[in-house]
């Protein structure tokens, strides 16, 4: 009879364990590849700011990071669609 009460313990806590890992592993949020999308493109979109006193980037500051990512990234394809939409 104890067996069967060591048993059912040991079958209940591997089912709790195995019910929190599935809730922490849906529950984690963004993939590191999300967050890496995001951050190319707040780079492509001006948003980063390049001086650490100048935070949010004024409008001038955007222009002016668009301008240094479409020269550093000239095979860009998000550049050249935006570049069509601004002429």
Do not use: C
């Amino acid at each position: 009879m104890r067996w069967q009460a060591v048993a059912f313990g040991a079958m209940t806590l591997t089912a709790t364990g195995m019910v929190a890992a599935q809730e922490t592993h849906s529950s984690q949020g963004k993939t590191r590849e999300q967050v890496h999308e995001e951050i190319v493109q707040a780079w492509r979109d001006g948003l980063l700011p390049n001086k650490r006193y100048e935070y949010p980037p004024s409008a001038a500051t955007i222009a002016r990071n668009k301008e240094l990512y479409a020269l550093a990234h000239p095979d860009d394809a998000a550049v050249k669609e935006a570049s069509k939409g601004t002429n």
